[in-house]
């Protein structure tokens, strides 16, 4: 586990596999969970022996700091600099994966830094906005079920619907370590940070617009977190960007298709990073 120095001094832990010096990607994961959640491609022996893969946890997530709540997640020149110190770690250009929140991160680092230091992005069942109504936010049927229960103080509300949000996350059976370990990264997450990142609200639909690296949108056909038709607004704004689908998956693609995504997810950066 390395430790980088993100947005206003918060200190990010973040995982790595693969051979120091090849060529990176960025792996971020979504609200309430942690880079663990990429276990199965960070131990991936095909893309670890071409790629240098980096998962951090995202601030106020796992094992990074948690700034205060009132301030410290509706910046987005904060979350912006958390990415680029996980890419300064690695070294630059990356191939930058955003799954669930992960794709709002995505446009916050676009929105302060542009798109020189990518060589290419994949948004992975991924939202690319925050805000009631707006269309690149999308919360799917199991989203907006738990939603009233999982961001309130009380233990035993929040856990009854974090173990109700982990059944909706895939559209089969998710293993129980794999279940478990999203129900205590959530809870783990302080309940005002839970809150405090469904607070923002920001349109991405300008800077999806302007981006020019190439971009593939894989999405699980029927995610029931972050709707399907986020996947097809985000490929609708941004030129020329690929759409991938998921048949019979939910929102967990690179879980519950991990074959199949790590290929893709080896061919894309083999496209771009050569």
Not at 146 to 156: A, I, R, S, W
Request: proline share 7%; no cysteine; glycine share 12%.
């Amino acid at each position: 586990m390395h430790q980088v120095t993100g947005g206003n001094g918060v200190r990010l832990a973040v995982r790595t596999a693969g051979p120091p010096g090849a060529p990176s990607i960025v792996l971020l994961h979504g609200w309430a969970q942690s880079g663990a959640a990429f276990a199965a491609q960070l131990a991936d022996p095909t893309l670890t022996a071409e790629y240098r893969l980096a998962a951090p946890d995202l601030r106020g997530h796992g094992y990074s700091d948690v700034p205060d709540p009132d301030g410290g997640y509706s910046d987005p020149e904060a979350w912006a600099d958390d990415v680029a110190a996980v890419i300064d770690l690695v070294g630059k250009p990356v191939v930058l994966v955003g799954w669930s929140y992960g794709g709002a991160v995505i446009t916050d680092y676009l929105r302060v830094f542009g798109e020189d230091d990518l060589a290419g992005i994949v948004f992975a069942s991924a939202a690319v906005e925050v805000g009631r109504d707006r269309p690149g936010a999308g919360p799917g049927t199991a989203m907006r079920s738990v939603v009233p229960y999982v961001n309130l103080e009380d233990l035993d509300a929040a856990t009854r619907g974090f173990t109700e949000f982990v059944r909706g996350m895939a559209e089969g059976h998710l293993p129980g370590e794999l279940s478990q370990r999203i129900v205590g990264d959530a809870l783990r997450v302080p309940w005002q940070v839970r809150r405090a990142m469904f607070r923002r609200d920001f349109d991405s639909s300008g800077v999806l617009q302007r981006i020019t690296v190439p971009t593939l949108v894989a999405h699980g056909e029927l995610d029931a977190v972050v709707d399907p038709s986020v996947a097809q607004y985000t490929v609708g704004k941004i030129p020329g960007a690929r759409l991938r689908w998921f048949p019979k998956t939910g929102h967990m693609p690179f879980a519950e298709r991990t074959e199949e995504f790590d290929a893709m997810l080896l061919e894309f950066a083999g496209q771009v990073l050569e």
